[in-house]
């Protein structure tokens, strides 16, 4: 049995001796705690040379990755210079230290699915995890240091890597020699300050970073402030820390130090381990051995989830804006001023086009059935639809950008962009070229939904009969069908109804639909047409896909019970022109009710828990991990179609409602414009 002395320069109340197996090798481990007595330290390296296989010296505070030359402490150098000395090989776990700490980042990044995209990080101190911070800014630059204000009572925290590693320099240096804090007590309001910044990016952080050095002392820093739901990264998570992170609402814990035996121990004692078992010689190639061996182990971190296993929380933003200026009044302000002055709403609509991107809501509690979670941020832009038509598409983009560098900073890994008028999002930003965090329109959900509506509504009026149990007897037109979206809406249309026409402006283009179609439904008939009012009269169901259908189409061609689908922005027909004709059912889309029993979110004009279907995709990427353009503007493919619609089942998403003109419809409302329909119908039989 080979023998390992740990000697502490922490207390000597967490001595242990115990025996494990390691590599199929039986190893003694006995551990000896000094209370930073160095003279102790340097006595107990003397009584066990040549007595131990492997000695390892812990609590010793590493080098930082900024740029510090060894190590600074007079007495730590003349104790290390004293295990060169000796005849039995001495480790510091500085290497497997260093090397864990890089190597759990990216391991988990990868293995978790971009865990750390756009996170934000507070780090307790940024010095004493300079690799792991540097690691981490390969996937954020949401990261905050609180090395100023913990260390030399400095009110200010960090915000960027680049700060750090100027603060690490001499103006560390100049802080340690004159303690601001001590040559100046420091009085109730300066302390209060210290205390507000320190709270204030601990909420703001989705996990936090505490060295295994002065842990409990880092942690009573933090425990003012919520700590319920974040992840912490630490190392040597001893049970006791874990227990006490649990308590305090931790909901996952990250330990960089690789568990090698069923004992929680110190890096420092796992690099003995690795020393022991593969017989690494004393010698300037122990560094260099030592590296090898780890790169061959492939020790990965633990993760320690003390309620829920597997837990996972992705993030989102949704760009939302008002399409009619009553809706500018879910804003408390603006419906305050309003109430006292009605018509002052107009004013407020101009102005609100000039307003910079704020977050109108916060969202938590989505849970996938997988288990996964989203939360994110609606964040709004102002402008109504009439108010993006009266200023230049470059006008609306840059608010949009704006947004995105909004969400980018709130933590968002994806962010969706709700339906605007034609023109107004350029492909350079719809294809995330300019945006800082990829962006996904949502069009690919928003057609799936829309024929998904239209099939229940379809089924509510229930005026169509089934051929075969599957196929609708009933004749579908849709206008603006060799569109990116329109072309989607044929296919799908093409398998559920036995006559599918199809019309638009370009017939070459109308042309090759139809062979595509034929190809892929050759039972269908399908009929082609560049006028809209050719076939109007005659159709059951009639999808509209192109804006500029609205000078073509009048609501008084449609047959008596024709479900009408309107999926443009603005929409083609409004409130006037649906009152008109009671007996047809206009609808907008369908909108989802999503997974989860108790999700948080502002009004939105939907019940709550529902979401219209552009952020539903967005929230579906979300808990998929998806954190990617999935819908490159309006450049629907119906293989994204069909793969969003099928995440959406895995996730739990069902359809909740049918959207009219003025919100979701009832069932109540569908069965009186069936009423209408029929009333209709008698009338033109007799």
């Not at 009619?324 to 609509?349: C, D, G, H, W, Y």
């Not at 941020?377 to 983009?397: A, N, V």
């Not at 828990?609 to 954190?627: D, H, P, Q």
């Not at 895995?650 to 003025?662: D, N, P, R």
Request: hydrophobic share 40%; aromatic share 6%.
């Amino acid at each position: 049995m080979k023998k390992i002395v740990n000697i502490s320069l922490g207390p000597v109340s967490e001595d242990y001796d115990l025996t494990a197996e390691f590599s199929g090798q039986m190893f003694s481990i006995q551990r000896f705690g000094t209370d930073e007595d160095m003279t102790k330290a340097e006595d107990l390296l003397l009584k066990w040379n040549k007595r131990a296989d492997v000695l390892c010296i812990s609590g010793i505070e590493y080098p930082s990755a900024l740029g510090s030359r060894g190590v600074l402490h007079k007495k730590t150098r003349e104790l290390l210079a004293l295990c060169d000395r000796l005849h039995t090989v001495v480790t510091t776990g500085e290497t497997l230290h260093q090397v864990s700490q890089a190597w759990s980042i990216r391991n988990i990044q990868f293995s978790q699915d971009n865990y750390f995209t756009n996170a934000n990080v507070l780090f307790m101190s940024g010095v004493a995890n300079a690799t792991l911070a540097r690691v981490m800014a390969e996937y954020t630059d949401n990261m905050m240091f609180a090395d100023p204000v913990v260390e030399s009572q400095v009110p200010a925290v960090l915000g960027s890597l680049k700060e750090l590693e100027f603060y690490a320099g001499r103006p560390k240096k100049l802080l340690k020699m004159l303690p601001v804090g001590k040559i100046f007590p420091m009085k109730k309001p300066a302390r209060a300050a210290n205390r507000y910044l320190l709270r204030h990016a601990v909420k703001k952080a989705n996990i936090l970073v505490i060295p295994h050095l002065g842990f409990y002392e880092y942690l009573d820093l933090c425990m003012e402030e919520e700590l319920a739901g974040k992840t912490v990264i630490t190392a040597t998570a001893y049970e006791d820390r874990v227990d006490l992170l649990a308590q305090l609402g931790v909901e996952t814990i990250i330990d960089t130090t690789p568990k090698l035996i069923p004992e929680v121990v110190e890096d420092v004692v796992a690099e003995a381990l690795m020393v022991g078992a593969m017989d690494v010689s004393k010698g300037d190639g122990l560094k260099d051995d030592l590296l090898e061996i780890i790169s061959e182990q492939r020790l990965d971190p633990r993760i320690i989830y003390p309620f829920e296993q597997d837990k996972r929380v992705n993030r989102f933003a949704y760009l939302i804006h008002p399409l009619f200026r009553n809706q500018l009044k879910k804003l408390r302000a603006v419906e305050m001023v309003t109430s006292v002055s009605p018509k002052s709403i107009l004013a407020i609509e101009k102005a609100m086009a000039y307003t910079p991107p704020f977050v109108y809501s916060k969202v938590r509690g989505v849970k996938s059935s997988t288990g996964v979670e989203a939360e994110g941020w609606l964040i709004s832009i102002g402008e109504t639809s009439d108010e993006m038509q009266k200023h230049p598409p470059e006008f609306t983009r840059k608010k949009v950008l704006k947004a995105a560098e909004m969400a980018k900073r709130l933590g968002a890994q994806v962010m969706g962009v709700s339906m605007m008028p034609k023109g107004i999002l350029g492909p350079d930003l719809e294809t995330g070229k300019s945006a800082p965090l990829p962006i996904t329109t949502g069009n690919s959900y928003t057609a799936s939904t829309a024929l998904w509506a239209t099939a229940e509504a379809v089924r509510q009026m229930g005026l169509v009969t089934l051929k075969d149990g599957k196929t609708l007897r009933a004749k579908a037109m849709v206008i603006g069908a060799t569109g990116d979206v329109g072309a989607i809406c044929s296919r799908l249309l093409a398998t559920a109804f036995e006559e599918v026409y199809i019309v638009s402006r370009n017939m070459a283009k109308l042309l090759t639909l139809q062979d595509e179609l034929k190809e892929e439904r050759p039972d269908v008939k399908l009929s082609v047409s560049t006028r809209v009012d050719r076939y109007l009269d005659d159709m059951d169901v009639v999808v509209i896909a192109s804006a500029g259908a609205k000078d073509s189409i009048d609501i008084m061609r449609f047959k008596p019970g024709c479900v009408v689908t309107d999926i443009t922005r603005p929409m083609v027909f409004n409130r006037d022109d649906v009152a008109k004709r009671q007996d047809v059912l206009v609808i907008t889309g369908g909108e989802i009710e999503l997974p989860g029993e108790a999700i948080e979110m502002k009004d939105i004009g939907l019940p709550h828990g529902v979401a219209y279907a552009g952020l539903a995709e967005t929230i579906i990427l979300t808990l998929e991990g998806r954190f990617e353009a999935f819908t490159k503007g309006s450049q629907t493919q119906w293989d994204k179609v069909k793969e969003i619609y099928k995440l959406g089942i895995k996730h739990g998403m069902k359809l909740s409602a049918i959207s009219g003109v003025e919100g979701p419809l009832g069932r109540e409302e569908i069965a009186w414009v069936r009423s209408q329909a029929e009333i209709q119908r008698g009338k033109a039989a007799s």
